[in-house]
């Protein structure tokens, strides 16, 4: 969840951009999620005698009209275009919290600022515009010094209490979120999804498959994926990639770094992962493959609840290995309820623990590679074993997640097990390739 906070003199002008259509069409559905009183608050979003200017006026009341000079403050709270859409309820209760947090309308003070909260059902995200006027009830003025800080305190606990992705660096294992920019630019080109998403997709699935560095930069080539290497001298110290198709305005590529597509994609951490990678088997077909992953993950659910808490949390990063593969090698018809699951699995992978590498998690490791690399049709009581495995670990987790009071794993966890069970198995033996 992110929040920022601008400041304006307009308030009708700023009423009248958040109950249009925005710039680009995005504001869909403009309604009060929340207000400085519970009742009595016209919505020009819901009711066709609430006009514009009334609710202006009345937000507005206390404001001298002399001194109306950046008396606004406008703040915008986001949470991640893959969060579950919070409901109005939920979004009242973060309005009233970023209110008291940034000073306009303090928790238990019923002289504090008028302030409105406007929800938007875009397609960048779910999101709302809190709007107040800088002059509390009392004619005095509100505390709102370093509001910055404070709201970002709040919306780390906000994302807790709800189960949002974390997006503060505290713990390191927040997603890296696409800016709004990214979003917009995405839509603009007819992609589904913004170029920093697919990316990750593409890096995590050649990291999972190779053995070594060259395999890795091979496979990104292979899939179309820019490469770019940065060199220190003679030693390669880092890389970065691009969509062959997204540009800057003066035509190059958007570069983007493994480490801020994903923590473990640095070249740092690859370079730990291909050093541990077992030497590649040859001719290991699906069938094989399929079910040596089978009984990777059911040994990995048999040994995680008596293992110490590194070694657990070795095990859920080796699981997005196996998501990783899983999604990547099925049929056609299941890979994208499969790649969401895979995708909603990493941060829900990634724990605020240090990890303590085993040779159970280094066998999953291994068998996901062996998976993400071989062709043909799974056996399908091999691959639902391995779908219902998947969820079974899944599950396991998210309820020590739970114990642990690791709100946005277990969140994730949850996401996971929803789009497995999206999942529909209607031909199981669908061509592969």
């Known amino acids: 969840m992110i929040a920022k906070v601008m400041r304006g003199s307009d308030t009708y002008g700023l009423l009248r951009y958040l109950y249009g259509p925005g710039r680009a069409n995005e504001h869909i559905d403009p309604h009060l999620v929340g207000a400085w009183r519970p009742l009595g608050v016209p919505d020009p979003g819901r009711s066709p005698d609430a006009a514009l200017p009334t609710l202006a006026r009345r937000l507005d009341q206390f404001v001298?009209?002399?001194?109306?000079?950046?008396?606004?403050?406008?703040?915008?709270?986001?949470?991640?275009?893959?969060?579950?859409?919070?409901?109005?309820?939920?979004?009242?209760?973060?309005?009233?919290?970023?209110?008291?947090?940034?000073?306009?309308?303090?928790?238990?003070?019923?002289?504090?600022?008028?302030?409105?909260?406007?929800r938007h059902d875009g397609t960048e995200s779910h999101h709302i515009h809190l709007v107040a006027t800088l002059k509390r009830q009392d004619d005095t003025r509100p505390d709102i010094h370093n509001d910055a800080l404070r709201l970002r305190d709040e919306c780390r606990a906000l994302e807790h209490h709800l189960g949002l992705r974390t997006t503060g660096p505290s713990n390191?294992?927040?997603?890296?979120?696409?800016?709004?920019?990214?979003?917009?630019?995405?839509?603009?080109?007819?992609?589904?999804?913004?170029?920093?998403?697919?990316l990750a997709r593409e890096v995590r699935t050649a990291a999972v498959a190779a053995h070594s560095e060259d395999e890795f930069f091979a496979a990104l080539r292979d899939e179309g994926v820019l490469v770019h290497r940065r060199t220190d001298g003679a030693e390669?110290?880092?890389?970065?990639?691009?969509?062959?198709?997204?540009?800057?305005?003066?035509?190059?590529?958007?570069?983007?770094?493994?480490?801020?597509?994903?923590?473990?994609?640095?070249?740092?951490?690859?370079?730990?992962?291909?050093?541990?990678?077992?030497?590649?088997?040859?001719?290991?077909g699906a069938a094989r493959a399929w079910a040596r992953l089978r009984r990777c993950l059911d040994e990995a659910r048999q040994r995680t609840p008596g293992d110490t808490m590194g070694r657990?949390?070795?095990?859920?990063?080796?699981?997005?290995?196996?998501?990783?593969?899983?999604?990547?090698?099925?049929?056609?018809?299941?890979?994208?309820?499969?790649?969401?699951?895979?995708?909603?699995?990493?941060?829900?992978?990634?724990?605020?623990?240090?990890?303590q590498q085993h040779p159970q998690a280094a066998r999953l490791r291994d068998a996901a590679r062996t998976l993400?690399?071989?062709?043909?049709?799974?056996?399908?009581?091999?691959?639902?074993?391995?779908?219902?495995?998947?969820?079974?670990?899944a599950a396991d987790l998210a309820e020590w997640y739970t114990a642990q009071r690791w709100a946005p794993q277990r969140h994730r966890a949850e996401l996971t097990r929803t789009h497995l069970a999206a999942v529909a198995l209607d031909d199981p033996c669908a061509e592969t390739g």
């Open 172 to 198: 390191g294992t927040s997603d890296r979120l696409p800016k709004r920019g990214e979003v917009e630019k995405a839509l603009r080109r007819g992609r589904s999804e913004p170029a920093r998403v697919l």
């Open 312 to 355: 657990r949390a070795e095990t859920a990063a080796a699981l997005s290995d196996a998501f990783t593969a899983v999604a990547a090698a099925a049929p056609r018809p299941l890979r994208p309820g499969l790649r969401a699951a895979a995708d909603a699995w990493q941060q829900a992978g990634r724990l605020p623990c240090p990890t």
């Open 64 to 118: 001298a009209p002399d001194t109306r000079t950046r008396h606004v403050w406008h703040c915008a709270v986001r949470v991640a275009h893959d969060d579950r859409p919070l409901t109005d309820p939920e979004w009242n209760t973060v309005a009233r919290r970023i209110a008291a947090a940034g000073g306009v309308a303090p928790h238990g003070d019923p002289r504090g600022c008028r302030w409105i909260a406007v």
């Open 236 to 284: 390669l110290v880092g890389y970065a990639v691009a969509l062959p198709d997204d540009r800057n305005d003066t035509g190059e590529p958007v570069w983007l770094s493994g480490s801020t597509l994903a923590p473990e994609l640095s070249l740092p951490r690859l370079r730990r992962r291909f050093a541990a990678a077992a030497p590649p088997e040859p001719g290991i």
């Open 372 to 393: 993400i690399r071989t062709d043909g049709t799974p056996d399908t009581q091999d691959l639902r074993g391995v779908l219902d495995l998947l969820d079974a670990l």
